[in-house]
């Protein structure tokens, strides 16, 4: 074989070997693009699998505020979830419903709000009494207001209705009578001190229905507290003229009982309408409608009258405070008589709120609206079952 012959040999050696790896790289390079192609391909599906579950996520949730609450289980037909009023409730709504109140009673710490309560009702006592005798003095004679204790004295402890005649005492002696200026200015002073015990008690009211924030203006809180202030001096007056119009009767009739129990009755209705009141009106929610205020309202009516004769009875014939606490035992009675009261009206809303939780129809005043836009927590939402 000649020099040329090996040349040439060679040269399409080198030829081939080229060719080969012309034809392998272009093979990887059709091998790295179908990979890319096939990861983007999957990226793009990923991304649209994803989205398309955020649409249906979307759309389930979306479902679930506007939809009308239907029923999740086989047992929500027996728990009244239908009910338009408390009555319709089933027994097994109720036992959820009493075992909420147990676990809110806890979880909100009725306990603690109502000691605060009682101790801004302590302060705004006095307050509160310049500005009943002062309001009386302008249409009656101020010293008569001090009857009102004497007709209230056997269904509160003895210490409280001793320092409740001393107070009214003192400041009917030195209430001026005719209005002008300054008993204007003083009434109105005394209303704004006064009502500083609403304003705790609506928030203590607030913590019932589970509104976390209270967003209404400062000024409209405080008129707001300041009404109810005017309500319970209301209330009081109005509770006096009917426990006298009894009186009246009862002494001229001769059937003393029959009338004494009617008029402590309408008292009673009395205090159930002012509760209603201010659990309809208290909390920053839309207005639930008044049959779902009635039942916490009654709760508390019949449980504050049990409570304030079973702790004057504790308090005459089973506490030492006077021994213990000595010249503070009155103001000690007082505190805990207020703390109690204080209790029994935080948990009659804490029995409100759980019995509109128990149904999924709309609680509140106004046109129908769906479960989820009715600006109302307990309206808003469905209790768990016990």
Excluded: C
């Amino acid at each position: 074989m000649t020099v040329t012959d090996t040349d040439q040999a060679t040269t399409d050696q080198a030829t081939t070997d080229q060719a080969t790896t012309d034809q392998a790289s272009t093979d990887q390079a059709s091998t790295d693009q179908a990979t890319t192609d096939a990861a983007t391909t999957d990226a793009a599906t990923s991304d649209q699998a994803t989205t398309d579950q955020a649409t249906t996520d979307a759309a389930t949730s979306e479902t679930a505020i506007e939809q009308p609450y239907s029923g999740h289980t086989a047992g929500d037909a027996d728990r009244g979830r239908d009910a338009d009023r408390a009555s319709e409730i089933p027994a097994a709504g109720w036992r959820d419903i009493a075992v909420r109140v147990k676990n809110e009673f806890k979880k909100d710490h009725v306990t603690l709000t109502s000691s605060g309560v009682a101790f801004f009702g302590f302060l705004a006592l006095v307050p509160l009494i310049a500005a009943g005798v002062s309001i009386y003095g302008l249409i009656a004679d101020p010293s008569q207001v001090t009857r009102l204790v004497d007709r209230i004295d056997g269904s509160i402890p003895r210490e409280v209705s001793a320092f409740l005649e001393q107070q009214l005492t003192t400041v009917a002696g030195s209430s001026a009578g005719a209005l002008g200026f300054g008993v204007a200015i003083g009434i109105l002073v005394s209303l704004w001190s006064a009502s500083s015990a609403f304003s705790h008690l609506m928030e203590a009211v607030n913590i019932a229905y589970d509104e976390d924030t209270d967003d209404r203006p400062f000024w409209k809180k405080r008129l707001l507290a300041i009404g109810f202030t005017l309500g319970l001096l209301a209330l009081l007056a109005g509770a006096a003229a009917v426990l006298t119009v009894a009186s009246k009767l009862a002494d001229s009739t001769g059937v003393a009982v029959v009338w004494q129990l009617l008029g402590w009755a309408a008292v009673a209705a009395l205090m159930g309408l002012s509760l209603a009141v201010l659990y309809r009106f208290g909390p920053d929610r839309a207005d639930p409608q008044w049959r779902w205020v009635s039942w916490g309202a009654t709760f508390a009516v019949v449980g504050w009258i049990a409570v304030s004769l079973g702790f004057r009875y504790y308090v005459s014939n089973f506490g030492s405070y006077n021994e213990t606490y000595g010249s503070l035992a009155t103001i000690v009675v007082l505190l805990m008589w207020l703390y109690l009261s204080a209790m029994v009206v935080t948990l009659g809303a804490e029995i409100n709120s759980e019995i509109e939780h128990q149904t999924a129809e709309d609680t509140t005043v106004g046109p129908e609206e769906p479960i989820g836009r009715r600006d109302a927590v307990m309206a808003d939402t469905v209790g768990e079952p016990a």
